[in-house]
């Protein structure tokens, strides 16, 4: 996990107006390998092992622990598909961060390999079967994106039941920067326009929109 990262890093347990310090036991490269995340407020602690941060709460283990199958993940990975998303996403080059949430983050090494400069954050509950790869950050969520307000350029959101993260991955999202769904319900774009985003694209299962105040 790259130190920078913990400017908008959150406490998952008092929300995203309490930010957290990080307390490293072993940097590589600016890259926090092996440490804790820790809440002012609360005083709970975020383990970071290999490179991820476990923002769960309560944080500690939990039984019968999902992982990711990387081998056959890279079966599925392309640099196409990360190129269209790219695209969808309208980023063309850093600084600043995109957030991956659930499958699409399959596609994190691609992005950072397309997109110059750029950081990505991949989230979601299974992120222990990831490798820690320089420019991907990866945090382990249950629910919610523990991250400050307006913090991120771009969010893509490939999950089962994408509504419940959609109110919170507009919140991190910067004005003018774009939220991508795949797949959407029939209802995303009507949500998303209810929350005052501007829908860019609604088709084929795929729905683009864009927040308030940018181009």
Do not use: H
């Amino acid at each position: 996990m790259q130190i920078v990262l913990t400017d908008v890093l959150t406490c998952p347990r008092c929300g995203p107006d309490f930010g957290l310090v990080v307390l490293a036991d072993r940097l590589a490269e600016r890259r926090v390998v092996q440490g804790s995340l820790g809440c002012a407020n609360c005083r709970e602690m975020y383990p970071i092992d290999q490179g991820l941060a476990d923002l769960r709460f309560p944080p500690g283990p939990r039984p019968d622990p999902r992982t990711v199958d990387v081998t056959a993940e890279a079966e599925e990975r392309s640099p196409e598909e990360a190129l269209r998303l790219a695209a969808l996403l309208g980023v063309t080059g850093g600084p600043g961060l995109i957030l991956l949430v659930g499958s699409s983050t399959r596609l994190a090494a691609e992005l950072v390999g397309i997109v110059p400069d750029i950081g990505i954050v991949a989230a979601g509950p299974d992120m222990a079967g990831r490798e820690d790869v320089p420019g991907i950050n990866r945090i382990q969520v249950e629910s919610g994106l523990p991250l400050r307000s307006r913090s991120v350029r771009g969010v893509a959101v490939a999950v089962p039941d994408p509504e419940a993260y959609l109110a919170e991955a507009v919140r991190v999202l910067l004005p003018g920067g774009r939220i991508v769904i795949e797949p959407a319900p029939a209802e995303t774009a009507d949500r998303l326009r209810a929350m005052s985003l501007n829908v860019l694209l609604e088709q084929d299962g795929v729905v683009v929109a864009s927040a308030t105040g940018g181009g």
